[in-house]
């Protein structure tokens, strides 16, 4: 299992990457890992979608 410091550094690497569509990023990617039957690699995109949601969530911890 891949540990949970590895998913936000993955996530940290898609934002700077994608920037504001980062977490849009991640979601295509859950979508293309269940194209190929990758339920590891699915489940991974998710945990990492997640910890986008969280680094980009405002410091108040309010979504807008």
């Known amino acids: 299992m891949t540990s949970d410091l590895d998913i936000y550094r993955a ?20 979508d293309r890992m269940l194209e190929l039957d990758d339920l ?4 991974l995109w998710r945990r990492i979608r997640r910890a986008i949601l969280v680094l980009q969530a405002p410091a108040d911890g309010v979504r807008h």
């Open 11 to 30: 996530a940290n690497l898609v934002i700077k990457r994608y920037g504001s569509d980062a977490v849009i990023e991640a979601a295509r990617m859950v």
């Open 40 to 43: 590891e690699g699915r489940d």
